[in-house]
């Protein structure tokens, strides 16, 4: 796991210089690889090539990067892991290739040059972001994994092109354009993240989850995809058949424990975060099983019960029999995160998740290394809440006129979310327990927002946004289209749930929660892998009909069956919770200066880019309990924060 960057400039200039440039630009990725830094360039082409490296397979200079194939035609730099790089080592010394190392990088470099970039890249089987540059032909390479686990900028501008893990090590780059993009900053709003292929900068591109791009000069980039979501997702459903449960139980059971050890290889030590829910549960299940000595866990807890997941993770942790770790901090403690959240996030980002997820990546960073997640459960096996609560409103909804729905909407908005909660707790012991739900006023004012949509579509899109009306914040902005406004997917895709499960799949868990654990474990260099976002075990997924995931109103059945051989139901069965903190509270309480201060009237004015108006008005309405609007005002915020950690002092 590592951070890279490096150009490809026009114009002549020393070896020197572009060495000198590269490095301040790989030094500003020290956090994603405090072991080793390198530096390769071709004075002659205007490359060069920067690199951090956080050791984890191959601990010796021999796998030093950039790195140089045998016969010395590619370069390569590479932040990752390639977890099926044994058999390919295997493949590759059947064909005669002699290894220096026993790394994963080097294995990646043979594969190119026995097979050829987009060959080599099919063949992966990992998380990884790829810089490679071809000698031979002059060509720069660039490519990332499958589902977006590895972060990868690209920008091209006044005769240079520009990559790097992170926006920051662009910056440095004297050629690069940081003006903000008021199109990408009105999908932030929308979306709490900046949808890929956009970036928070003009000047500045994603690139896309399984996508390749080959760069011949400075200004000749073609971008293609090695491995397209929609096509795999659609050919897996064509192919459904209707399984033996009980194979398909033994199936997926063979899938992850296949999928656990590969992400178990490391030569430094490795533990798992465990949350005490189904997908981290069954993460380190088959880790236990398949491990001799107790697997290091942690868990972060707060003392609010409604943000809470110590308890449970503690009680699983016990019956496993893992090594378990945990640690309750104090909103206090939470909150001394927040001004450092620009500077690891390094592109506006609201998910405010992102705290209780920095501080249980910076506690297992003290114990291990390498740290295994659940992260890819949900989107797989149809755990999100709005799933089933998007298709149950939406078959109501679509039988009511929609003038009786819109005023239904406004006497649910009437009542405060206060004033919901206190209700549901009057009535809550007589509820079965899969009714019951945490946070009933939130959800409250959220079906209020969905019963106005006037198409399933639109309603996924609301239960996903953040504003509901981005244009209307940002001065000169226009939302871009996304691959939400692609009317095909309802012919490829006409199952309303599976097409949210798609959605998610190529939107939020890249955008959002891929992003939201890269940064917050590279930001403490630990190497967070995803057992459950295995590409065959996605692939797989897509193969099994909805009544496997979803039955008699219980989300991931399949996986739950799983889990049951390792874990009894009732250390694991309770509402499902999220990763949260009790955001609105804290900003009408101790973060109420703060949060006054960034959205102050006369400083967004003064900034041009986003209008006081609508702002101040849910500011206020927050503040005085007439509306939950923490996650709306929390992207604002970010927004601010992170624009003053990039501003010119």
């Not at 080097?106 to 050829?116: D, N, P, T």
């Not at 092109?161 to 004297?174: N, W």
Request: glycine share 8%; hydrophobic share 45%.
């Amino acid at each position: 796991m590592c951070g890279i960057t490096g150009f490809l400039q026009q114009g002549t200039t020393t070896a020197e210089i572009l060495r000198g440039q590269v490095m301040r630009m790989a030094e500003t990725l020290v956090h994603r690889g405090p072991d080793d830094a390198g530096a390769w360039v071709d004075e002659a082409a205007g490359l060069a090539f920067g690199f951090r490296r956080l050791a984890i397979i191959d601990l010796s200079p021999a796998a030093h990067q950039p790195m140089l194939s045998a016969n010395s035609r590619f370069v390569l730099v590479f932040n990752g892991e390639i977890y099926n790089y044994r058999d390919l080592r295997v493949a590759l010394e059947k064909r005669g290739v002699r290894f220096r190392s026993a790394s994963d990088a080097e294995v990646l470099l043979e594969c190119v040059s026995a097979w050829g970039p987009m060959l080599a890249f099919e063949r992966l089987w990992g998380m990884f972001a790829i810089a490679l540059w071809d000698r031979e032909e002059r060509i720069l390479y660039l490519a990332r994994d499958r589902l977006g686990k590895k972060p990868l900028y690209y920008a091209s501008m006044g005769g240079s092109f520009l990559f790097a893990s992170e926006l920051k090590a662009l910056r440095v780059h004297p050629a690069f354009d940081a003006t903000i993009d008021r199109n990408a900053l009105a999908a932030y709003l929308r979306y709490g993240y900046v949808p890929a292929p956009h970036a928070i900068y003009g000047s500045a591109r994603k690139l896309l989850p399984g996508h390749y791009a080959v760069v011949r000069g400075a200004g000749s980039i073609q971008v293609q995809p090695y491995w397209d979501a929609a096509a795999v997702t659609y050919r897996a459903l064509s192919q459904r058949s209707i399984p033996d449960e009980t194979e398909a139980i033994k199936e997926l059971e063979s899938l992850l424990l296949d999928a656990v050890a590969r992400r178990m290889i490391a030569d430094v030590p490795l533990g798992a975060m465990l949350s005490g829910g189904i997908d981290s549960s069954a993460v380190v299940a088959l880790m236990q099983r398949q491990c001799p000595r107790p697997v290091k866990t942690f868990t972060i807890g707060f003392r609010d019960a409604a943000y809470n997941e110590a308890v449970a993770a503690k009680a699983v942790a016990a019956h496993l029999g893992t090594e378990h770790t945990e640690l309750y901090v104090t909103p206090e403690e939470a909150q001394e995160v927040i001004p450092d959240l620009p500077r690891l996030y390094d592109e506006p980002f609201a998910d405010s998740s992102q705290i209780p997820t920095f501080l249980v990546c910076k506690m297992a960073r003290k114990h291990v290394t390498v740290c295994l997640s659940g992260d890819g459960g949900d989107e797989l096996f149809g755990g999100y809440t709005r799933y089933m609560l998007a298709q149950r409103i939406w078959d109501i909804a679509r039988r009511v006129p929609r003038s009786a729905r819109r005023g239904a909407a406004k006497i649910i908005r009437s009542m405060p979310t206060q004033t919901w909660d206190a209700m549901y707790r009057g009535v809550e012991r007589w509820l079965p327990s899969k009714w019951r739900m945490t946070l009933p006023g939130d959800k409250a004012h959220k079906l209020a927002g969905l019963l106005a949509a006037a198409h399933p579509d639109g309603l996924y899109r609301t239960l996903v946004s953040v504003w509901k009306n981005p244009n209307d914040l940002v001065i000169g902005g226009s939302e871009p289209e996304t691959i939400l406004d692609d009317a095909s997917l309802r012919e490829r895709f006409p199952d309303f749930t599976e097409r949210m499960m798609f959605w998610d799949l190529v939107t939020y868990l890249p955008g959002d929660i891929l992003t939201k654990v890269d940064r917050a474990s590279m930001g403490v260099s630990l190497e967070a892998r995803s057992p459950l976002l295995d590409h065959r075990l996605v692939e797989w997924a897509w193969k099994i009909p909805m009544n496997l995931k979803s039955r008699k109103g219980q989300s991931k059945w399949l996986l739950r069956q799983v889990l049951y051989k390792y874990v009894p139901p009732g250390l694991v069965e309770r509402p499902k919770m999220g990763f949260g903190i009790p955001l609105g509270e804290w900003l009408r309480g101790s973060l109420r200066d703060w949060a006054e201060a960034l959205l102050d009237e006369k400083r967004l004015r003064e900034g041009g880019l986003l209008r006081p108006e609508p702002i101040r008005r849910v500011w206020l309405e927050h503040l005085a309990g007439r509306r939950k609007a923490d996650h709306a005002l929390w992207a604002v915020l970010m927004f601010q924060a992170w624009l003053d950690s990039v501003s010119p002092t």
